[in-house]
């Protein structure tokens, strides 16, 4: 089986960094996908991760770690548009992505 | 074409009703997925399709009943639904499930089920 864990919920200032935490526990590992989700929309791709290291996407970074579990996601130069919610998804051994519960970031001006 | 559609956008429904949710994309994926997804919380796995069969189905009561008529297509069957089905239903699809590529998930908008 596979668990993944997320903070709920978190809070930043506009312009400034914020790290959202993904830790989880998986019987096969084959890849970690970040999906942001605005409120009603479905979830769009941010970043996937295979080996360990740092993924740079413009404004969005995505870091893993597979020998400790854990991966996070870096948002920089915060928008009021990137409040959301932001789903860590682990593909494991069946090879089909489970999603972790998300974590709704606010951001506020 | 990146866009996965789905129809329609909202639907609301008796629980004596029969009634059907459609999906289709055309970038060539093999692998078509069904979602249900509460509010406040991740979307959880109905079905996956790979390669137009059903490869997933993570014990989903048989008052849904996907359907994979093509490649492109995919249906998801709703008859004696209750109350608490009421849910966004997420389509999403992919390269076929594999760990040797990306195959990252396209959504489409979902439809937003009411049951009465």
């Known amino acids: 089986g596979q668990n993944i864990d997320q903070p709920t919920e978190m809070t930043a200032t506009e312009g400034a960094i914020v790290q959202i935490n993904c830790t989880y526990q998986?019987?096969?590992?084959?890849?970690l996908f970040w999906y942001q989700q605005h409120a009603g929309e479905a979830p769009t791709f941010l970043s996937y991760?295979?080996?360990?290291g740092l993924e740079e996407k413009g404004r969005f970074s995505s870091f893993l770690s597979r020998s400790k579990g854990y991966s996070y996601l870096l948002l920089k130069e915060l928008q009021m548009k990137d409040s959301a919610s932001y789903l860590c998804a682990v593909k494991g051994g069946s090879y089909i992505p489970t999603f972790g519960r998300g974590t709704s970031l606010i951001v506020h001006p | 074409d990146t866009e996965v559609t789905q129809t329609p956008k909202h639907l609301v429904m008796g629980m004596t009703n029969k009634k059907s949710l459609k999906c289709e994309q055309h970038m060539g994926h093999r692998a078509m997925y069904w979602y249900k997804q509460k509010a406040k919380k991740p979307p959880e796995l109905m079905f996956v399709y790979s390669y137009e069969k059903l490869s997933i189905n993570e014990s989903v009561p048989s008052r849904f009943s996907p359907e994979c008529p093509n490649s492109s297509l995919l249906n998801l069957h709703l008859h004696a639904l209750q109350p608490e089905d009421s849910a966004l239903y997420l389509c999403?699809?992919?390269?076929?499930?594999?760990?040797?590529?990306?195959?990252?998930?396209?959504f489409g908008p979902g439809t937003r089920l009411t049951v009465l």
């Open positions: 998986t019987s096969g590992f084959n890849g």
């Open positions: 999403a699809s992919s390269q076929a499930p594999s760990g040797r590529v990306v195959n990252e998930q396209f």
């Open positions: 991760n295979v080996l360990d």
